[in-house]
């Protein structure tokens, strides 16, 4: 609750005149902090280079919204009773050059940091308020609208943890403080500053430069699309828009899967400039889901970055039940699990309208029945009324419901009549009949739920309408005026709201006019109940559904809106359509061929000139010419190509042999041409051209062998059999310097075609050196890493020639144990194995007793340690034990509010819900307004003061008010109300 500021009169001394801007709100924590929701400051800057005195300041709350709750926090550079005026701390209100004057609801908001000010009355709505900073002529300074009803607070978070409270923080003080995107949510990272009254740190930079300052301010987002019919879609953005580049077509980009498409026109709203309408929409059907891509258009303060935003939406207005579809029957709608973030647009008439908790109001179309959770709605609509909505989905426990609303009034006083179920019929299948009003005939409370609530409190009476074997529970909401009423006489007839919470499925009354209805009129005209044709259960299948029938003229209708089951199933659609359980269960996945073991899998294999689907395998029959299938696999096809050196004739005939390089395939098979000096001397392709023409023994031929004293050279480009060179070294081939193919004369171990050795030599005359001890891919050979016979994996060693020169070894290994350190280091393909515990949760030494950590690697390296640390869980009110000590929400304690004989004392937390303090006003001995009983030692008004220490004054003549002994206005208490009351007045407002 605000108090009214009494502005007092030495405050009306005359002011300079300041210039808008010169001092701004530059920072806010309305959240308080998770220590306590009274850690509430407003930071203000000054702008400029020179101190500016504040004296006669006003803070205004409410700004622009004329109502009579308005509240106005008044600075004072000496001393004022609070309510009145608030004074400075050292009666100095002066705000330094470029500096900052913290203005604190406590103290201890700000723990460390001295206030400039404390406003101990300072209360900001946790759903967004309006704000002005003011001088003391009126001139608003400073301005952010914040209020509920049109944004919201622009940033900033509200948590129950104090490591999640964050502060809103300015970006620019040298932009309008009223333009959204100039704020942004403290970045902790970036700066903080400051303990809470909790000792936490705070997560915002009192009393210094703001974590986002100076931050490039991002362009318009989407935050909402609403759908008008099928050729116009409404946007809303987050901030008033430049109508230029908000009117261009191009900047508006839909896309439903096909090709890109824009509006015909784009025009921005007339009253509400965060609003542009798209119109002259085609090709786009009716629940595509859609894409609109937003560019290039600008804020109306030209301060932040052009749009680059988008959203997902279903187009068109579509029915309830179409937006609830659940396929799966999980419970949860395909929508929230396919796309959570996407808009939905519907229209239904309001059913219920502000009259539960946590529930803001209902609407039904003849489909099906929709929850709007949204304080958007709260206290604009009444029942009766027929709005379009548009939102996203989301589920509170397991309640379907709208969030993140637009809505357009279509008309309203329109009647809508409950939906006629027996309770048997609901247990059987509810979900459709969620949010929807129905109503039940002959009801009888069975006594085993709750009792009939008193005023106050909410009730789980279980209902029946069949002696007890259907049992429902009848939920009465402590926010209805159904609560404190009489118990009605059973059995009566009962209307209500469908829901449900958890597993459990209810009826909620909206008000007493839903109990014990007429039976004179039951059913009433225009109501309708269930029906479905076939009787035969599938209407609890996907997409089969129950139709319903409406009651005219003293008898039901026709079955109208009902989806009973086609004779087959064979349209392979991913839909039962039948509805008898299992989806496309008529399609042969066996043997077609278009849809082969599932549907929509079409056999295409490659290469093939045939295939069939063989116990929902697709199968080759037969290969095109030129094709086979080599590997073995049918799901390729004939994926060789034949005729290839490869793959010749047939799949694995090769043409590659042994020093034949120009070999080809050709039609007849492969032809092996040999390489220079090389023969197929054996007379078969299976050694390849085996044989080198570089010997005494086939010198340029096969056929051809030296003699006697002969060696073969190389002469003029052909080897023949000479006498002119000698076998220095006896090796059968001739030095190479007079045409031999000896490289190397004088070793007898090095020749043309001689073993090669592991010995750095090249041994057989071919530029290589140890080629025969190294793999082609580098692996394994020689100079190559290796694990030799140690107690690990690793290989660490280096392969090396043996002693007999013929192989390698591994040389130089050593063994690797393993370490805890994240690595595998042993090589064997296993990290830190020797440490099982690693990664299992853990209670570290914090002071609770949750496991939050989990067992890690310590620095060490040879054990491991808990990292949980800190100061450990908090408890939370929630009903969950979150600081694992076996107790629930404990340490909570008790709100105490009001003052005299209105205090009241109430538990902080109970069953897991943050309880609201309400003060007493019907003790017998409350005075409303003025305090009259003077010697009872009582707080009669509950101002605070007692008796005749309170001021209260009347105008009769016998005086009246505590304080008074007589109307005579020369009274010095009355006197001093007249003189305050020339310069000021009260203001209230309601929180």
């Known amino acids: 609750m605000k108090k009214a500021a009494l502005i007092c009169a030495i405050l009306l001394l005359s002011q300079a005149a300041w210039a808008q801007g010169e001092v701004v709100i530059n920072e806010v924590a309305w959240s308080g902090s998770g220590a306590s929701s009274n850690d509430e400051f407003i930071e203000l ?24 709750s308005d509240t106005t926090y008044i600075f004072s ?19 330094p050059a470029n500096g900052y004057f913290l203005i604190e609801k406590n103290e201890d908001a700000v723990k460390d940091v001295a206030a400039n000010l404390v406003i101990a009355d300072l209360s900001l709505g946790n759903t967004g308020d309006s704000l002005a900073i003011k001088d003391g002529s009126d001139t608003v300074i400073d301005f952010l609208d914040c209020a509920s009803q049109i944004y919201g607070w622009y940033a900033g978070v509200n948590n129950s943890n104090p490591d999640q409270d964050f502060t809103m923080e300015r970006i620019s003080p040298t932009i309008a403080g009223d333009f959204s995107l100039n704020w942004a949510t403290n970045d902790p ?10 000792d936490n740190a705070i997560n915002g930079t009192p009393g210094q430069e703001n974590s986002r300052f100076g931050e490039t301010i991002p362009g318009p987002e989407i935050v909402n699309v609403h759908c008008v019919d099928s050729t116009a879609v409404d946007v809303y953005f987050n901030v008033v828009l430049d109508q230029t580049s908000a009117e261009l077509i191009a900047n508006y980009v839909l896309n439903a899967g096909a090709a890109d498409i824009n509006p015909a026109a784009a025009l921005l709203d007339g009253s509400d400039a965060t609003l542009v309408h798209l ?6 059907s009716p629940l595509d889901l859609t894409d609109l891509t937003v560019s290039d258009v600008l804020d109306a303060y030209l301060a932040g970055q052009p749009s680059n935003s988008s959203a997902s939406f279903y187009f068109g207005v579509i029915e309830i039940a179409s937006a609830r579809q659940d396929a799966d029957a999980n419970g949860v709608p395909d929508i929230i699990e396919q796309t959570p973030d996407a808009f939905v647009t519907v229209q239904g008439i309001v059913t219920s309208a502000d009259v539960f908790y946590y529930l803001d109001s209902t609407i039904q179309d003849t489909s099906g029945g929709l929850t709007i959770k949204d304080a958007m709605t709260t206290g604009q609509v009444t029942r009766g009324d027929d709005i379009r909505v548009s939102g996203t989905f989301d589920q509170y426990h397991n309640w379907d419901y709208f969030e993140n609303t637009k809505f357009v009034l279509i008309s309203q006083a329109n009647e809508v009549e409950p939906m006629i179920m027996t309770l048997a019929d609901l247990i059987t299948n509810p979900e459709p009949y969620e949010s929807m009003l129905l109503g039940v005939a002959t009801v009888t409370n069975t006594g085993s739920g709750d009792t009939w609530p008193v005023s106050g409190s909410n009730a789980s009476v279980q209902i029946t309408d069949d002696a007890g074997t259907s049992v429902y529970v009848f939920q009465i909401d402590r926010d209805t005026d159904v609560d404190g009423s009489a118990e009605p006489t059973w059995p009566v007839i009962v209307a209500g709201i469908g829901g449900q919470y958890d597993d459990t499925y209810q009826i909620l009354p909206r008000d007493l006019g839903d109990i014990d209805i007429d039976d004179q009129n039951w059913p009433p005209e225009g109501a309708t109940q269930p029906c479905y044709t076939p009787a035969d259960g599938t209407d609890l299948n996907y997409p089969c559904h129950a139709g319903s029938e409406t009651y005219s003229g003293g008898s039901w209708g026709s079955c109208e809106g009902e989806r009973v089951p086609e004779s087959t199933d064979d349209s392979c659609d991913e839909i039962d359509n039948n509805c008898d359980g299992d989806t496309d269960d008529g399609v042969d996945t066996a043997t077609d061929v278009n849809n ?17 689907c063989s116990a929902g395998e697709c199968v080759l029959t037969d290969c095109l010419t030129g094709y086979a299938t080599c590997d073995g696999d049918n799901s390729n096809g004939c994926e060789t190509t034949l005729g290839t050196i490869s793959d010749c004739l047939n799949c694995g005939d090769s043409c590659v042999f042994a020093n034949a390089s120009g070999s080809t395939c050709e039609v007849a098979g492969c032809n092996m041409v040999c390489d220079d000096n090389f023969g197929d001397c054996s007379g078969g392709t299976n050694d390849g051209c085996e044989t080198a023409l570089t010997s005494t023994a086939t010198c340029g031929a096969c056929d051809i062998a030296c003699s006697g004293n002969e060696l073969c050279i190389l002469d003029q480009g052909n080897y023949v059999c000479s006498d002119s060179c000698q076998d220095a070294d006896n090796d059968g081939q001739a030095d190479d310097s007079c045409g031999g193919t000896d490289c190397n004369d004088n070793d007898p171990l090095v020749y043309q075609g001689a073993p090669e050795l592991c010995d750095a030599v090249d041994n057989d005359c071919d530029d290589e050196t140890d080629e025969d001890f190294i793999d082609p891919a580098h692996e394994n050979g020689l100079g190559d890493a290796c694990d030799g016979p140690d107690a690990d994996l690793c290989a660490k060693g280096t392969f090396v020639c043996n002693a007999a020169l013929d192989g390698i070894e591994c040389d130089g290994d050593v063994a690797s144990p393993e370490a805890c350190n994240g690595l595998d280091d042993d090589c064997d393909e296993t990290a830190d194995e020797d440490w099982p515990e690693l990664g299992n949760a853990c209670d570290g030494p914090d002071d609770d007793e949750c496991e939050d950590g989990v067992y890690v690697c310590n620095t060490a390296g040879n054990g491991t340690t808990c990292n949980e640390t800190g100061a450990g869980n908090q408890e939370t009110c929630d009903n969950v034990d979150n600081n694992c000590d076996g107790q629930t929400d404990e340490g909570f304690g008790t709100y105490t509010c009001g003052k005299g004989v209105c205090e009241n004392t109430v538990d902080m937390c109970v069953d897991g819900e943050l309880q609201e303090c309400v003060r007493i006003l019907d003790d017998p001995d409350y005075e409303a307004g003025t305090e009259v009983s003077c010697e009872d030692n009582r707080d009669n008004d509950c101002d605070g003061f007692v008796d005749s220490q309170d001021m209260d004054c009347t105008k009769d003549s016998g005086g009246g008010g505590c304080g008074c002994s007589s109307s005579n206005p020369n009274s010095p208490a009355l006197f001093g109300l007249i003189l305050l009351g020339l310069v000021a007045a009260f203001r209230r407002r309601r929180r």
């Open 77 to 95: 550079s000496s001393a004022c009773n609070p309510g009145e005026c608030y004074t400075c701390a050292n009666n100095d209100c002066t705000i």
């Open 45 to 68: 800057y000054n702008t400029t280079a020179a101190p500016i005195d504040l004296n006669g300041f006003y803070i205004h709350d409410d700004e622009g919204y004329g109502s009579p």
């Open 596 to 612: 082969c073991g599932q549907c929509g899998n079409i056999c295409a294999l490659q290469n093939v000139q045939s295939q069939q």
């Open 189 to 198: 990272q970036i700066a903080q500053n400051g303990i809470d009254s909790g």
């Open 279 to 284: 119109t002259g929409l085609a090709g786009i």
